[in-house]
């Protein structure tokens, strides 16, 4: 009786780390497609950074409530994303006017590939478009990217305090 309880016990254990082992390779399996999915959208300038936290240059950090993103392809740089700082001159006030919101067809797009498997991408707007106030004061664009898909993105303006944000890479289109 005292073998067959020991039997059962090994048994009940072999299964219990079978499938603690199945579940850590499934789990790498997953990450690894995750990264190599990130990896292809940003080789191919397609994906969406989605803002989730905005740390002004003045003023403390606060988490965003609404979608706030930047969109990124090969022709065009959609930024839809907010403001809390110092502007340096006054503009015309408009309620639609507020934040880092523009259109670009003519930008600078460099990727620099990361030591730890990251990215380091820099976008400049040319002032090419037709419409200047359509990009405003937006010199440089910085946005890092991690393997996983956690994303920091700087942005320097001509007329404001320095911004950044924290948030996500995902795929356009969602």
């Known amino acids: 009786m005292k073998s067959l ?13 079978i499938n603690v082992v199945n579940a850590q390779s499934t789990r790498k399996e ?3 497609a995750h990264v190599a ?28 409530t609404s979608d706030y993103d930047l969109v ?16 340096y001159t006054s503009v015309p006030y408009n309620p639609t006017d507020g934040g880092i919101k523009f259109t670009a ?9 990361g030591k730890s498997g990251g990215w380091t991408i820099t976008i400049k707007p040319t002032g090419k478009d037709k419409n200047i106030s359509n990009w405003r004061d937006v010199q440089t664009m910085t946005l890092g990217i991690s393997p996983d898909g ?18 996500t890479i995902e795929k356009r289109g969602k």
């Open 5 to 17: 309880k020991k039997i059962s016990v090994l048994i009940i254990l072999a299964f219990i780390s």
């Open 30 to 32: 997953k990450k690894a």
């Open 37 to 64: 999915e990130i990896k292809k959208m940003v080789e191919a300038q397609n994906y969406v950074f989605k803002a989730n936290y905005v740390n002004p240059m003045r003023g403390t950090g606060m988490a965003l």
């Open 72 to 87: 990124v392809a090969k022709d065009t740089i959609i930024s839809f994303l907010p403001y809390f700082g110092r502007a």
């Open 105 to 113: 067809t003519h930008f600078t797009y460099d990727s620099k590939a």
């Open 150 to 167: 956690y994303a920091s993105l700087q942005v320097i303006s001509t007329n404001r305090d320095a911004i950044s944000f924290n948030g």
